[in-house]
């Protein structure tokens, strides 16, 4: 037990003095009872020792004061007690040795009497029980008990209830002090890795306070100060009690074995599919949120081979192997993971810079305009060349299946195809495509789409941005296009280009029941809210997070019986955050929600219309946290596909769930019987929300049946299948052949 600190011990002294006299005091009351029972008791059997009940007769005791001498007997045999006889207000009869007793005869007739008094020299409880006897006379029987041990009895009993309450005062409050000491230290803490956090320019975490007093104003507060958006940290989902079902047989995966056996598939993409963190002195394993890796990770882990990837975790390099080498998933490997070490300058070039300062803004209608540094396309082309030159030679081979993925890898289809012998190479552009007109924005466009061109096969999610890309090779380079059947021919090699829907993983997800989602919306802060909409992104301008933030203003405003009912809660992961164009973004979203929150909020209720999540989710948690809405708010500005849409109806029960998504995603042209939105419009945002919550059951269900039925017509496994038939199908290698300036060496 801790010291207690001096300025307590006077009040606690006080207190327990207060405390002490209050129980001793409700213990003499109790000793006091006992004595009026007992004196009672005695005046019963000195009445039957007079042969008469005095309260029903008293015709024998008329003239039978000679009789009290056999009263007497009961003080012997009682211990020290007296007793006394009135008739009228004069003194009768009494046992011996009370002194004074005469004076209490005019004090009480009939009536009975309970009271303490002293006699002669004796402190007694007396008794008095009074009768008329049959001539009408008053007589009365006065039973004295000394009551001298009591005062004794009563400090001994303040005493020990003092030092009882001392001692338990004492413990209890160095227990609370200590309780208090520890939540302090926590939070502080806590409120010092967000002030860290929020200093380096990321999006701080909120210090967590659940479950204490004040924590939801003292939260509140410190999201205030931070100039956080007003968010909650959310709970983990109680991932112990919900366990996924069971994957089925699928007619996808036997289509997948047989198109890939006896060959070796190997992905390149950026993100790794399993990023190893240190976090809190251990290491902590993270899924990105990345469309790509949804659904491709299913597809090796399958089937096996290889991912290469930038190796971009903090504890990375100490999991893998001195290649870089590394069996994943982690413990149950069933592929391999290949990490590439980039410096700090690769890493701000290619990545930061080239694709997600210039490509990114270049191929999304989002009005952010690219920025394109010549620095950044020589770190881009550098380290597309090391991945193309770092592939394990043992994995290459004439049957070797080449997935090379997104943006950040344009030049890498050329540089695979100049290493020969290497096998079949495609390449997967994941984000849209745009116009020719767009495109030639970029200083090095020609020499993107030779990089391209090396590939057997171009794939993108949707016909548009297929026919962008071919009207981009027809206006900047000297190349045949058919654009009937969706391929290009340059300097000798053709390349097809097809629109393959990327789908998600379909392995059915264990729905919860009422109870469950009744669970969650508490651990999520909004238990008694009836109307909830959720989202799912990373934190990107393109997502339309401003926009929709406008939208939901909308709809309070225009529905206001929504107020106070409707919550949207918002996952939103952290992502580029070194990036002005994501760092603006936070903040602009920090304060348009902060508007809304304070417009339509009740902080005396705690409630908030809508609640922002800034921290990575895993899927653990996501699917289980897509079931809490009634909504989802899927709003980007623009997006190639969007598999939040799809992850979440494929998440959802049939009798729950509505969709509200952007008509400028991929996903629309396959989710038709979404609520489909222009993402810029807040009157849209608003109607469809109120259309989702106040839809039939039937309706709701004919949506929903429909949309999974696609879904699962198209899950990653059959877009992985037509990907990896239709880079079978393409043509076989041709000649290098490179543009000048564009020849790429390897190495560092
Ligand atoms: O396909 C998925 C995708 O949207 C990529 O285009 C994007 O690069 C990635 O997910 C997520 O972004 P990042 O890898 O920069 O975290």
Redesign the pocket.
């Known amino acids: 037990m801790k010291r207690l600190p001096a300025t307590l011990i006077v009040p606690l002294a006080v207190l327990s003095l207060a405390l002490a006299w209050v129980l001793t005091l409700g213990e003499k009351m109790r000793w006091l009872h006992e004595f009026d029972a007992r004196n009672e008791e005695i005046a019963l059997h000195a009445q039957s020792l007079l042969s008469v009940n005095p309260r029903t007769s008293s015709d024998a005791v008329n003239g039978s004061i000679a009789r009290f001498d056999a009263l007497k007997k009961v003080r012997s045999s009682r211990g020290l007690i007296h007793l006394a006889l009135c008739l009228g207000d004069q003194a009768a009869e009494s046992t011996t040795g009370l002194n004074g007793w005469q004076r209490l005869c005019e004090r009480s007739k009939t009536s009975r009497r309970d009271e303490t008094l002293e006699v002669g020299n004796l402190l007694a409880r007396m008794n008095a029980s009074g009768w008329k006897d049959s001539r009408g006379r008053d007589w009365q029987l006065l039973v004295f008990q000394d009551q001298g041990g009591l005062s004794a009895e009563t400090r001994a009993a303040f005493l020990r209830n003092w030092l009882g309450l001392v001692f338990f005062l004492a413990l209890s409050t160095a227990i609370l002090i200590g309780q208090a000491r520890n939540w302090i230290l926590t939070y502080a803490l806590s409120l010092y890795r967000a002030l860290r956090q929020k200093a380096a320019g990321r999006i701080p975490l909120l210090p967590v306070t659940h479950e204490l007093p004040l924590s939801r104003s003292v939260e509140q507060l410190t999201a205030k100060i931070l100039r956080l958006p007003v968010a909650l940290q959310a709970p983990p989902a109680p991932v112990a009690q919900i366990q996924p079902s069971e994957p089925p047989a699928d007619a996808d995966l036997l289509r997948l074995d047989e198109l890939t056996r006896g060959r070796r598939m190997i992905v390149i993409a950026?993100?790794e599919p399993y990023i190893h963190n240190r976090r809190d002195g251990g290491i902590e394993v993270q899924r990105?949120?990345?469309?790509?890796?949804t659904a491709l990770e299913p597809v090796l882990r399958h089937s096996g081979g290889l991912w290469v990837a930038h190796g971009s975790g903090s504890a990375d390099a100490e999991t893998s192997d001195e290649h870089g080498m590394i069996g994943v998933p982690p413990g149950l490997p069933s592929y391999q993971l290949k990490r590439i070490w980039l410096s700090q300058r690769e890493e701000q070039g290619y990545?930061y810079g080239f694709?997600?300062e210039g490509l990114?803004p270049l191929c999304h209608l989002a009005h952010q305009s690219p920025h394109f540094r010549l620095q950044d396309w020589q770190e881009y082309r550098r380290v597309n060349a090391r991945f193309a030159s770092e592939i394990p030679e043992d994995w290459l081979d004439e049957r070797s299946l080449l997935l090379v993925?997104?943006?950040?890898f344009a030049l890498v289809p050329r540089l695979l195809k100049d290493r020969r012998g290497v096998g079949k190479i495609s390449l997967f552009w994941?984000?849209p495509w745009p116009t020719a007109e767009k495109f030639r924005i970029c200083p090095w466009a020609e020499e993107l789409l030779h990089g391209m061109l090396g590939a057997g096969l171009i794939g993108f999610h949707t016909l548009t941005h297929c026919r962008n890309f071919l009207e981009s090779c027809e206006r900047l380079l000297e190349a045949r296009v058919d654009r009937e059947n969706l391929c290009v021919t340059y300097r000798g090699h053709e390349t097809k280009v097809r629109a393959f829907p990327i789908g998600i993983d379909t392995t059915p997800v264990r729905k919860l029941d009422e109870r469950e989602i009744g669970e969650l919306k508490t651990r999520y802060g909004v238990g008694n809210i009836p109307f909830i909409a959720v989202g799912v992104d990373?934190l990107?301008y393109t997502k339309g997070l401003l926009e929709r933030v406008a939208g939901v203003e909308r709809f309070l405003e225009k529905y206001p019986r929504y107020r106070g009912e409707f919550s949207w809660i918002q996952i939103a992961s952290p992502?580029?955050t070194t990036i002005p164009a994501y760092q603006d973004l936070s903040l602009q979203l920090e304060h348009a929600i902060q508007r809304v929150n304070d417009r339509f909020g009740d902080a005396s209720l705690g409630y908030l219309p809508i609640r922002l999540l800034a921290r990575h989710h895993d899927w653990e948690e996501i699917r289980w946290f897509y079931q809490m809405g009634q909504v989802a708010l899927v709003t980007p500005l623009h997006d190639?596909?969007n598999l939040v849409a799809k992850e979440y109806v494929w998440c959802q029960s049939e009798e729950r769930g509505s969709l509200v998504l952007s008509r400028f995603a991929g996903a629309s042209q396959e989710l038709t019987d979404a609520l489909l939105v222009n993402p810029y419009s807040a009157e849209e945002i608003a109607d469809s929300l109120d259309q989702a919550f106040s839809m039939t059951e039937s309706e709701r269900i004919r949506r929903m049946r429909a949309m999974k039925e696609k879904i699962a017509r198209h899950s990653a496994f059959s877009w992985a299948n037509d990907l990896i038939q239709a880079t079978l199908e393409s043509s076989p290698e041709a000649a290098p052949s490179t543009l000048p300036g564009v020849r790429i060496r390897t190495g560092t």
């Open positions: 950026n993100r990105p949120a990345s469309g790509l890796v990545y694709a997600n990114w993925q997104d943006y950040h994941h984000i990373r990107d992502s580029r190639g596909m």
